[in-house]
């Protein structure tokens, strides 16, 4: 049997889902249901209240002045009291629903593979992190408030109509139809407005998003008109998914509007019948006429709140799809812990997924445990991707095609895998925080102050935190916007020096540092690469002389394998990118 998407569930099952998220604060429900129920009974209350002081004043009982004057006094206070409580609990499970939802969101995106970052840019998930869950609420709380404290207001004033005329009250049931079918045509369009209005409020965080990380190559290269007119493009798009999600509601609310007069046309019409009116007194009549006015409002904000349950209904449904998503393959069951370090490539291929093109091409590569190994090559030659193999970013076709210790690498548990290596990319990443915090970040966050900075000062970072006021406690700024390339690579360097793991991975992890600078990490990684196995990628050569086993890969493939000054002896491939790069450095002869 087919598995059904999120994409063919119903809008009520998607509403009923979005529901169970309050379930269990049904107690603040209730309470806001007798608040809402509360307010809906003054409104009945009112129109008995217009039939009392009218048979007063028909029968000239001045004596009951006091008792009316007070009763109006204490409907306006059940009906405050009524609608703080509804509003008080209905907003505090709105809230709880917003935290819930987003922490469940934040949580799953966590365990997301990698495939998924690739095809949802960053600007569309912090969208649904917020806007759309939101819209959620409004469907889940603000709607539901609503429904209750309107539908019941219907209910009471429709049950006081029945008691005073039944049979002129039947005259708003003939509405249910047309009211049920015009509520059914513009809920269909409403959702699809509302997935159109989500998408477009998607498109204008990302590019905002990418307009303000960008900012210096934006100005440096004159791009500043060109992201106006791209973001001018995107918001002039969302502010026309929203207007004709107005023109909509606008259009629709007036419908329903219009059959409600016509009804009451009618039974104004109907009720001025001297045979009806004689079953009647003038208190009644007023009354009666009174509550049927008073049905317009209630009627005219339920159907107004149905624009409210699409959207929501809507936003739920690009929710659940992040939440429906598969996360990371971990069906391991091995334990990685002190690792030797021994890995195998055994006849790999690989492809990204949802490409028809391998990226590597029967890759054979052993490493031996604590084994310093480079991989070189021309850019797109394959090196990035087989490191990315390793903490399984990616999970290979057939697991026996990469082992550590001799144990696939999918026979390990996900978190126990990754704990046993330290990766330091060419994109280093820093949090907005201290240098300490980023340097024990994650599982790392309760070493010692002393261990922080023995990997600082192994890994240079030092050499600048002297200099500054605060020291390791220095704030970095958003991805160390306040720290130079140079020094966010360093910083990157010391957290792998502190994690010391017996796997070390290495991505261009020099590649931002100046000469001197480069010296000083070479030493300190030459003791830090000491015994554990490190799998180096370099476009610098000079890096890698003193590696035990240089790895030449072209267009996915190990053309070359051996040391430095074996492949140079082979004039092969490595030996015409060594020359490409010293040619014309004289200081290297």
Request: charged letters at 20%.
């Amino acid at each position: 049997m087919k598995k059904q998407t999120t994409r063919e569930i119903s809008g009520l099952r998607l509403y009923l889902r979005l529901l169970t998220y309050i379930r269990h604060q049904w107690p603040l429900f209730l309470l806001s249901v007798g608040g809402f129920a509360l307010y809906a009974s003054t409104q009945a209350g009112f129109a008995k209240w217009m039939e009392t002081v009218v048979q007063a004043i028909e029968n000239n009982a001045i004596e009951h002045r006091g008792w009316l004057a007070l009763s109006v006094l204490g409907l306006f206070v059940i009906r405050g009291l009524g609608t703080f409580m509804g509003n008080y609990f209905i907003t505090r499970i709105a809230r709880t629903l917003v935290h819930c939802l987003r922490l469940e969101l934040f949580a799953h995106m966590q365990k997301l593979p990698s495939t998924f970052y690739n095809a949802n840019s960053s600007g569309t998930l912090l969208s649904k992190l917020t806007y759309n869950v939101e819209q959620v609420t409004g469907a889940a709380t603000n709607a539901v408030k609503v429904v209750i404290q309107e539908g019941l207001t219907v209910i009471g004033l429709f049950g006081y109509l029945l008691w005073l005329n039944w049979k002129l009250t039947l005259i708003f049931l003939f509405l249910g139809p047309f009211i049920g079918f015009l509520v059914s045509f513009v809920s269909k369009r409403f959702r699809r407005l509302s997935k159109k209005l989500q998408h477009s409020m998607g498109n204008v965080t990302n590019t905002a998003s990418e307009a303000i990380k960008g900012y210096q190559v934006v100005r440096t290269f004159g791009g500043q008109d060109f992201e106006m007119n791209r973001f001018t493009e995107v918001s002039e798009k969302n502010r026309d998914q929203h207007m004709k999600l107005v023109i909509t509601q606008s259009l629709s609310t007036p419908a329903v509007q219009l059959m409600v007069a016509c009804a009451l046309s009618l039974l104004l019409y109907l009720a001025m019948e001297p045979s009806i009116m004689s079953t009647m007194n003038t208190g009644q009549f007023i009354a009666f006429i009174t509550a049927a006015g008073m049905l317009t409002k209630p009627l005219r904000q339920l159907t107004d709140v149905n624009s409210v349950i699409q959207r929501g209904i809507a936003a739920a449904q690009s929710l659940f799809e992040v939440l429906d998503e598969s996360p990371e393959n971990d069906n391991g069951t091995l334990v990685a812990k002190n690792v030797a370090g021994a890995i195998a490539f055994n006849d790999l291929s690989f492809r990204y997924p949802n490409t028809d093109k391998d990226v590597l091409n029967h890759i054979n590569l052993s490493i031996e445990p604590g084994q310093n190994v480079a991989l070189v090559g021309r850019s797109g030659s394959g090196k990035s991707t087989l490191a990315s193999l390793l903490p399984r970013f990616y999970d290979v076709p057939n697991a026996e095609q990469i082992t550590l210790d001799n144990q696939s690498l999918q026979s390990y548990t996900l978190a126990s895998l990754r704990s046993q290596i330290a990766l330091v990319n060419q994109q280093v990443v820093l949090f907005n925080g201290t240098i300490a915090d980023n340097i024990a970040y994650g599982d790392l966050a309760n070493k010692p102050e002393e261990e922080i900075k023995q990997a600082a000062k192994a890994a240079h970072v030092m050499e600048f935190v002297d200099k500054l006021p605060d020291g390791l406690n220095t704030m970095v700024g958003e991805n160390g916007v306040l720290l130079s390339g140079g020094q966010r690579q360093r910083i990157a360097i010391a957290r792998a020096i502190l994690k010391d793991a017996p796997i070390l991975i290495m991505d261009e992890a020099t590649s931002a540092l100046d000469t001197e600078s480069e010296r000083h990490i070479q030493s300190a990684m030459e003791h830090v690469m000491r015994n554990r196995t490190t799998l180096v990628i370099a476009h610098r050569l000079s890096t890698i002389e003193k590696a035990d086993l240089i790895v030449v890969m072209d267009q996915g493939e190990i053309v070359e394998q051996g040391t430095h000054d074996e492949l140079l002896a082979k004039h092969g491939a490595y030996a015409q990118l060594h020359n490409l790069q010293f040619e014309d450095t004289p200081e290297h002869a």
